[in-house]
């Protein structure tokens, strides 16, 4: 009896110990199973593919086009972020008048981009099946073809640049040669950013794009030269009361200068219009102020009006003094001022 009892006891003993082994051998197996993709997930990349000069990029799909499309994408962003550097220091280098924010400039226009305009220049370099059935791809692009992107992103800004340049060097309307300028600026933020991408790429490239700086260059030293001469030139039909208010009024914020009209200047022709006095139990009053804006080639621009400014009293001499200074006091006087300088162009 007590031998059979030994004989249960190790078999059971025995039993147990197979189970723990069973379950040990299947955690193990499992563990095995699951750490093997992830060994393959991270297998080393070989990147000496690509030449020395060259971009690279690596993309992994369940298909050849998804790791394709993958691969192209970091090939975009290698390059995009590879340039940036480069681009800001040229971009300093050709800045108008030294005082555009490169920041940000750079921060609303040069964003890093996963698109690859010409992704057909891309070769690709490896391609291989991982054990689980995942495609990887390295492909690569050489400076010059990751230039043709940037060549055909800027062709239209230039050809944009081209035209307001030249209506900036031939424009004689002060207005216009002022909005055309500073749209040829606006332009030039643009296209300077592309084009010193380009210099970094391919210089043979960015030669292409040579004419058009120059020619920015020129609008540029025109428009300068333009401004030394296109002052607010004051030049009253006759010196009376009435213009001696309206040019303390005006100096206050304008820069008018007290001399012949000359070069591009403006010439503020303020009108003699008179003023005008009924008498009817009291003294009315009136004065209608005007004033003429034109070129120092006596073209006519626009010209400035107000309704009457009347006063009443019972002294003709008091009516006009209070005249005067009612005058000096008007509100459109704000108005004068906003509208002039819009002829005035802004060379600071």
């Keep these: 009896m007590l031998f059979k009892i030994k004989i249960n006891v190790l078999w059971r003993s025995l039993i147990y110990r197979l189970f723990v082994l069973m379950v040990l051998l299947f955690i193990g197996c499992a563990s095995t199973e699951q750490a093997k993709p992830v ?3 991270f297998e080393p990349l070989n990147f000496s593919v690509c030449k020395t000069d060259e971009f690279s990029g690596f993309g992994v799909g369940a298909h050849e086009n998804e790791a394709l499309s993958e691969a192209h994408s970091a090939l975009a962003m290698q390059i995009n972020s590879s340039v940036k550097v480069t681009a800001e220091h040229m971009v300093n280098q050709h800045v108008s008048n030294g005082k555009e924010n490169l920041n940000s400039m750079y921060e609303s226009k040069t964003t890093t981009e996963s698109i690859l305009p010409n992704a057909h220049d891309a ?19 050489s400076h010059s073809d990751a230039a ?13 640049l081209e035209f307001t340049a030249n209506a900036a060097i031939e424009e004689k309307h002060p207005k216009l040669k002022s909005e055309a300028w500073h749209k040829t600026q606006q332009i030039w933020n643009e296209f300077v950013r592309l084009y010193s991408v380009i210099q970094g790429l391919d210089n043979d490239k960015a030669a292409l794009f040579e004419p058009i700086a120059a020619l920015y260059a020129k609008a540029k030293d025109g428009y300068l030269g333009y401004c030394q001469t296109a002052k607010l030139y004051w030049n009253p039909e006759q010196d009376t009361p009435y213009s001696e208010v309206a040019f303390s009024k005006l100096s206050k914020n304008l820069k008018l200068e ?22 009817s139990g009291m003294f009315r009053c009136s004065y209608k102020p005007s004033m003429l804006i034109a070129s120092c080639y006596d073209e006519e621009y626009r010209l400035l009006e107000n309704s009457n400014v009347e006063v009443f009293q019972n002294v003709e001499e008091v009516a006009l003094r209070k005249l005067r200074e009612k005058l000096e006091y008007e509100s459109f006087w704000n108005k004068w001022e906003q509208e002039i300088k819009q002829w005035k162009p802004v060379c600071e």
């Design 258 to 279: 007290k001399a012949s009209c000359k070069g591009h200047g403006i010439s503020l022709i303020y009108k003699n219009t008179g003023h005008e006095c009924k008498h």
């Design 39 to 41: 060994a393959e997930q």
């Design 123 to 141: 070769r690709i370099a490896s391609k291989r099946q991982n054990g689980n059935n995942k495609i990887s791809i390295v492909v690569c692009m």
């Design 148 to 160: 043709k992107g940037f060549v055909e992103r800027l062709r239209p800004i230039a050809a944009s």
